[in-house]
């Protein structure tokens, strides 16, 4: 009989979980950051339709978005028919998006308002008619640079 | 009486509480990211002398208001909308355009940069079928300027746009790169306008 146990007993250590936490944290704080909530809450359908010829926005602060769609559901006290949406309040007469655009002048100040964007986000299903009155008050007040928002993907494909 | 230690806290469930914020904001993230497709309206000023453009020159896309293609009065699909573009920007009517590889047809456009597309909706159009014409046109000039691109630089157009996008401001690179653009883009300049029939009024 020997004093000493020899090896084939000895068990595998259990790997220690204690620093799981810290990594699940890192993650979670990683989604914390990386979340924009929504700004402005939707009154309206906001599909947005397909296009993969597309190019990027950048500079976050020098755009300025225009939605256009059907009342959605819990606002169908507006009627049917489609209509724009500024910021936070549903807008029946489109001419109002010349005070939206002089006030978003005045918020990114003088020297930024040649490099201000309107991005239209356009629910697909809408007819272009809306979107032509948009436009034409956008040249009104000579904001020209528009936007079309999309999602990524091909347009030319059935139920899209 | 020996000193009993404070018993630990059992952090085991920590991973728990931390796996739960986790899914909570990985199933809210939506990574925000604004794409679409750019477009320049054109001012408001009366043009009193439109400059002429010959109707050879001119490639018509009408959208009636059942969302149907009318590309140069015939009835068209939208799958073969980008090829029909191609062809006719790339026609080269007048056999100066060096870098153009398309039939010569001289009742077609004489030359990219004289080639105007115009779109035509009615009111009744839905957007989405609007944005993929708009695509299509757009995917046309990108496809032709892919094609000088990687003739004359190696690269496609869409690489160059890209890295003169991240280069720094005022670094050399960044010149040599719009430089090359810009070459790319004088050969086939985008020239789409927007109107809208009276149809439907």
């Known amino acids: ?160 | 009486m020996a000193k009993r230690a404070a018993p630990d806290v059992n952090a085991g469930s920590m991973a728990d509480i931390a796996f739960l914020l986790l899914i909570f904001f990985l199933v809210t993230t939506t990574i925000a990211s604004d794409i679409g497709i750019n477009r320049k309206l054109p001012p408001k000023v009366e043009i009193t002398d439109p400059p002429p453009i010959k109707r050879k020159n001119l490639f018509e896309v009408v959208i009636n208001h059942k969302n149907a293609l009318l590309v140069e009065d015939e009835p068209m699909e939208i799958g073969d909308l980008r090829a029909a573009t191609i062809a006719f920007l790339d026609n080269n009517g007048n056999g100066n355009c060096d870098y153009c590889k398309g039939s010569k047809d001289v009742n077609q456009s004489s030359h990219p940069s004289k080639a105007v597309i115009a779109v035509k909706n009615s009111r009744e159009t839905s957007f989405s079928t609007f944005i993929a014409v708009q695509n299509e046109l757009i995917g046309a000039y990108n496809t032709l300027r892919d094609r000088e691109a990687i003739r004359l630089y190696g690269e496609s157009f869409q690489s160059i746009t890209q890295q003169w996008k991240d280069a720094d401001d005022d670094s050399n690179e960044k010149l040599v790169l719009k430089q090359k653009r810009d070459a790319i883009k004088a050969m086939f300049p985008e020239k789409i306008s927007e109107s809208e029939t009276d149809e439907g009024r």
Do not use: C, H
Request: hydrophobic share 40%; aromatic share 8%.
């Open chain 1, 1 to 160: 009989m020997s004093k000493f146990k020899k090896g084939g007993g000895k068990e595998l250590p259990a790997i220690s979980t204690a620093s799981l936490p810290d990594i699940v944290f890192m993650l979670l704080f990683f989604f914390m950051v990386a979340t924009v909530m929504r700004q402005n809450t939707l009154q309206i359908e906001n599909k947005l339709p397909y296009a993969d010829q597309v190019e990027k926005l950048d500079k976050k602060s020098s755009i300025m978005y225009i939605y256009a769609g059907k009342p959605g559901p819990g606002y169908k006290k507006f009627g049917t028919e489609a209509k724009v949406q500024l910021d936070d309040k549903m807008v029946s007469n489109v001419a109002e998006i010349q005070a939206f655009v002089q006030e978003n002048r005045n918020k990114v100040g003088e020297t930024r308002v040649g490099r201000l964007i309107a991005a239209l986000k356009v629910d697909k299903n809408t007819n272009m008619g809306l979107i032509g009155d948009v436009k034409e008050q956008l040249r009104e007040v000579n904001q020209l640079k528009i936007n079309y928002a999309t999602l990524n993907g091909d347009p030319t494909k059935k139920n899209r």
